[in-house]
């Protein structure tokens, strides 16, 4: 099957590097579009609008920004079966000739994609799932695939268990990092209980062998409840996610390299619980995600530069900034990173990490003291601060 | 990239004239929680605890505090060659929102004629009712509320034998629907019924320890009833099961008393009308309810941090197989499975009532390969009942699973196939209706005693709104003639 995107060193083969897997379903073909149908099998699903948006910004954030100094990017296997609301917000999705993440395409793109994360020990899998989910047991994320429904076959035929392809990933020879994301609801529905045993159409096999150094699974949704979606922007987990990995979960742990700020699977596992539950806040729903597998702090992506914090200043009471000259000092470098005369409260500048120094001259004659907040620490995701004249 | 914890870690320190710095954390008496250095550019220097001694250069720092809350706390700190500097920082919070501090609750006064029920306040009403009674609004204003109270014709009593079961206690609220130009009844019941089960090694049933004097606080939130139980700990595996009289069941996992720990166990109970929460209080030990409130925010590497050494905790603290365990999981989760040397056997043979022991040396075991004895362990943590901990179900429930379905080469015997089949039946229904959001193991739906069991051995918990109202059980407002056997 072709490859969505790959690197100069994948063809290589010689070094280690990062092998991506990412599909998403939106569009099922078995599946109504609005009104669900009445055949227990279908779930009373239908077919729905940001899990192939979601996937696709996740793959490209990875091809242009993802950074690992230890495994770069090798390759991008893109599976998508989108809506045609989000082609209409998103139209290079109808310009790309992308494989359908049916059962066949996903066995075949997951085959490949195994094989090439069992070249190197030193390299990186990730796998990106987004559709339908259903969640049976703590570290099982099944998702349903574009194919699901298929009439006389298995209910779970057209289904892939994430968590038995993390348990088959366990391989001595296997990328000893490993990340998974699972994009989906974590429901369990009532004709479940009809079943003694069901057994997904995507089944690897599960090999005695030594356990990777980190193989985190971020569920999206905790077990009983959905996973949230806004139409046009995708999901909330993908919209949470890619605030963490370009400023929220940052952090500059490399004691060998200070200047380098990195995403580990810890700080990106705390930022996400409570980013996606805050956006979920504000539908007033919601949503926790979960950490499973095997969560050792691993590196995930590396920033190329600092993140850029918003920081948002404001002055008490609002009728004093007319008189105010703001101005924003680092006091890493001493150097004047915002100065505005009038100053217009709230403020929001983005600054990079640091400890910063906020002074605000008022006007002679304003009535008004001058403020000052000698020391304030600006790290991810934002700081808000107010200064009291 | 785990975390490594160090206490000193100056680059060049100069011991004559060292610089050094303590953090003190007040709020939290007895462990050392994880701090990160960082110098003014928030690069990182290094981790420590508080509590520590720590040698640095003379320069300007910042000290970040990783709460048990999950939220950061960070100071900046001036350091002077030579100095000795103490520093401290607070656990405590204040709430920048004032409605999380304002207490309110709406007390009003009820008047009665016939089957009319008028109150003086205009937003709610807070009463006792037979279920069989319904009401309908007659009238709403700023001032007061008008119902009128008429029998239920749905409703059929009950077979329980407990009369709470018959009743709702709560408070009604009147909300306003300015899309639909109407007004809304909101019932809010107030109420929870619990009881104690106990495992006796083969099976669960109802305990006959009388949880009559359980309650030892009880008071109302912000509308929200909160009671603390304090139940006497066993060394049989014990589960509160908690319900609203009219709602399903929750099951909470209570830690073992073993020695001289856990002799009492406190619990929470959150009512807030429609629902209900319980949180066990692991008040014996700071240390565990720390590593729980870390394991609640996703901080594993802060977790292990507080665990410390596992192996010492087993033996140093050998009293202690609910710290040890906690240890055990949190290093299985994170991977380090160095750390955890031949313990876990050790906590398995020592304890043979807990399950956590035998899952944490049997998922030991699987990783390091030795399946027949991974399988012997898991089925054996199957017959001790429950564990303690959600990973441990969690873990116990992904290996039967594994073992039910793919692996045929372990040549089970037929009676340890049945056991497992029997054991993975029940647990899985367990583990499927789990609470993700707490560490002990907490489920609903699946019940663990017959169905003829199912209204035996309950204890009513009287919401704290009625006794703050003033309101005797026995005296309660009898809304209609002949109702007053409460």
Not at chain 1, 110 to 135: F, M, P, S, T
């Amino acid at each position: 099957m072709s490859i969505w995107h790959t690197e100069p060193i994948y063809a290589t083969r010689s070094k280690p590097c990062t092998n991506v897997l990412i599909f998403g379903t939106s569009n099922y073909s078995n599946l109504p579009d609005t009104q669900p149908s009445n055949d227990p099998n279908l779930l009373g699903l239908t077919s729905i609008t940001t899990p192939a948006i979601s996937a696709y910004r996740f793959a490209k954030w990875v091809k242009e920004t993802y950074q690992n100094k230890d495994a770069p990017l090798g390759s991008i296997r893109l599976l998508l079966s989108p809506s045609q609301k989000e082609i209409n917000n998103e139209p290079e999705l109808a310009h790309f000739n992308l494989p359908l993440p049916t059962k066949d395409n996903i066995e075949t793109a997951l085959n490949e994609w195994r094989q090439d994360c069992c070249v190197h020990r030193d390299g990186c899998a990730i796998l990106y799932a987004a559709g339908h989910g259903i969640r049976l047991l703590n570290d099982s994320g099944i998702v349903l695939l574009e194919d699901f429904g298929e009439v006389g076959a298995n209910i779970l035929s057209g289904a892939i268990d994430i968590g038995n392809i993390h348990q088959a990933m366990a391989l001595d020879r296997a990328a000893k990092n490993q990340f998974y994301f699972v994009d989906a609801c974590a429901i369990e529905p009532a004709v479940f209980r009809n079943y003694i045993n069901m057994r997904t159409g995507i089944n690897l096999d599960v090999m005695r062998g030594e356990a990777v150094e980190g193989s985190p699974i971020f569920f999206g949704a905790a077990p009983e409840t959905l996973a949230l979606g806004e139409p046009g922007k995708g999901t909330l987990f993908i919209q949470a996610l890619l605030r963490c990995l370009n400023c929220d979960a940052a952090v500059a742990d490399d004691v060998n390299n200070p200047a380098h700020w990195l995403v580990n699977t810890q700080e990106l596992f705390r930022k996400l619980l409570s980013g996606v539950n805050e956006l979920a806040q504000s539908f007033g729903d919601k949503q926790s995600v979960v950490l499973g597998g095997l969560s050792a702090d691993s590196l995930f992506h590396q920033l190329k530069d600092p993140p850029q914090i918003p920081l948002s200043v404001s002055v008490l009471p609002k009728t004093a900034d007319q008189y105010a000259h703001y101005q924003l000092t680092s006091l890493f470098t001493n150097n004047v990173v915002d100065d505005q005369q009038p100053f217009q409260t709230p403020r929001t500048t983005h600054v990079i990490p640091g400890v910063y120094k906020i002074n605000l001259i008022m006007e002679t004659g304003s009535n008004f003291t001058d403020g000052v907040m000698p020391a304030l620490i600006v790290m991810p995701p934002s700081v808000k601060a107010e200064v009291q004249l | 990239m785990n975390k490594k914890f160090c206490n000193d870690f100056a680059k060049n320190p100069n011991h004559n004239n060292s610089t050094k710095l303590l953090v003190e954390v007040s709020g939290n008496n007895s462990v050392d929680l994880p701090i990160t250095i960082r110098n003014r550019g928030l690069h990182l220097i290094g981790h420590s605890n508080s509590n520590t001694t720590i040698t640095l250069d003379p320069d300007l720092y910042v000290i970040q505090l990783h709460r048990p809350d999950g939220r950061e706390q960070s100071q900046l700190v001036e350091l002077e060659k030579g100095q000795v500097k103490k520093i401290k920082m607070s656990l405590s919070y204040q709430s920048d929102n004032i409605k999380d501090r304002s207490i309110t609750l709406s007390t009003n006064i009820k008047e009665r004629s016939g089957d009319t029920l008028n109150t003086r306040s205009g937003e709610q009403v807070i009463l006792a009712i037979p279920k069989r009674v319904e009401f309908n609004l007659l009238e709403k204003s700023f001032a007061s509320i008008k119902v009128k109270l008429e029998e239920n014709v749905n409703y059929t009593q009950s077979p329980a034998r407990n009369p709470n079961l018959d009743w709702v206690y709560g408070n009604i609220e009147i909300v306003e629907n300015v899309q639909q130009n109407q007004q809304e009844i909101h019932e809010k019941p107030w109420g929870c019924l619990v009881r104690i089960l106990q495992f006796d090694g083969s099976m669960w049933a109802i305990s006959d320890h009388g949880i009559d004097k359980a309650v030892i606080h009880s008071e109302t939130i912000a509308d929200v009833s909160q009671t603390t139980l304090k139940f006497k700990a066993s060394n049989q595996l014990q589960v509160l099961e908690v319900r609203k009289p009219q709602g399903e069941s929750t099951h909470l996992v209570l830690p073992l008393s073993s020695n001289s720990l856990y002799e009492e166990c406190t619990v929470k109970l959150w009512d807030s009308g429609n629902d209900f929460q319980i949180i066990c209080d692991f008040t014996n030990s700071s240390r565990a309810s720390l590593v729980l409130d870390y394991l609640s925010n996703g901080s594993y590497d802060f977790a292990a941090n507080i665990t410390g050494n596992a192996e010492d905790m087993l033996y140093s603290k050998i009293k202690n197989p609910v710290e040890a365990a906690l240890g055990g999981y949190v290093l299985l989760r994170i991977g380090d499975i160095e750390r955890l040397h031949n313990w876990p056997s050790n906590l398995c043979e020592w304890f043979p009532k807990i399950a956590d022991g035998a899952i944490i040396a049997a998922e030991l075991a699987a990783r390091k390969n030795k399946n027949i004895k991974a399988f012997d362990l898991f089925l054996e943590a199957s017959q001790r009942g429950l564990p303690m901990f959600r990973e441990g179900l969690s873990i116990l429930v992904a290996r039967l699973r594994s073992y039910t379905l793919y692996d045929k080469k372990l040549n089970i015997s037929s009676s340890k196939r049945k056991k497992l089949q029997s054991a993975y039946k029940l647990l899985a229904e367990i583990a499927l209706f789990s609470d993700n959001n707490l560490a002990l193991l907490s489920f609903k739906e699946a019940s663990l005693v017959s169905q003829d069991a199912a209204e035996l051995g309950w204890q009513f918990i009287i919401p704290s709104q009625l006794k703050q109202q003033g309101i005797d059980l026995s005296t309660v407002p009898v809304l209609f003639q002949g109702e007053s056997d409460v």
